[in-house]
T-cell receptor, first 117, second 115 residues
């Protein structure tokens, strides 16, 4: 079984400040990790994903995340945020799919990032 | 343009009525999924289908039904048995069984309100 914990339900920051959204996971097997962003009344858009290889993953809109296996974390960062980054962010984890096995995607509860001018 | 479409965007229903939410994709994805989103609870899986004419229950399937007669389409019916149907419903799709993560891509959602 897998679970995801997003440690902050809301994160307020000022424009051009750095931000970190924290995500911890638990799993008995190796995992794949994802960050999605959701703007109000819209679907989820994939920001970035970690499948294997380099633990530092770069995504769209200047976001990046670092996979830390020993701390079971996958924190999302951006060095300088814009007003347009105001949205809800979801961390998700899945186990490898194979054959007829379905790699279920488990989501955290979301972090609302609010960027103030 | 390839993508996932959901209709309608907003839907109102009276108690005791069944209602069907549409989800169509032209990404040639094998698998499709339905999620329910409530404030502060993230996304919860209702049903998923990995192949045409086959589907499985997710974590909260009670009060919902689906069909998968075509690869491109995965409609969700919210029945009168669903006790608290007011929510935002999201459809997603992905390739399947490639030995790697089946990255899911999402539609724009349908907001259902029961009056």
């Amino acid at each position: 079984a897998q679970s995801v914990t997003q440690l902050d339900s809301q994160v307020p920051v000022f424009e051009e400040a750095p931000v970190e959204l924290r995500c911890n996971y638990s799993s008995s097997v190796s995992v794949y990790l994802f960050w999605y962003v959701q703007y109000p009344n819209q679907g989820l858009q994939l920001l970035l994903k970690y499948l294997s290889g380099s633990t530092l993953v770069k995504g769209i809109n200047g976001f990046e995340a670092e996979f830390n296996k020993s701390q079971t974390s996958f924190h999302l960062r951006k060095p300088s945020v814009h007003i347009s980054d105001t949205a809800e962010y979801f961390c998700a984890v899945s186990a490898p799919a194979g054959g007829t096995s379905y790699g279920k995607l488990t989501f955290g509860q979301g972090t609302i990032l609010t960027v103030h001018p | 343009d390839g993508g996932i479409t959901q209709s309608p965007k907003y839907l109102f229903r009276k108690e005791g009525q069944n209602v069907t939410l549409s989800c169509e994709q032209n990404l040639n994805h094998d698998a499709m999924y339905w999620y329910r989103q409530d404030p502060g609870q993230g996304l919860r899986l209702i049903y998923y289908s990995q192949i045409v004419n086959d589907f499985q229950k997710g974590d909260i399937a009670e009060g919902y039904s689906v069909s998968r007669e075509k690869k491109e389409s995965f409609p969700l019916t919210v029945t009168s048995a669903q006790k608290n149907p007011t929510a935002f419903y999201l459809c997603a799709s992905s390739f399947r069984g490639q030995g790697k993560a089946d990255t899911q891509y999402f539609g724009p959602g349908t907001r259902l309100t029961v009056l």
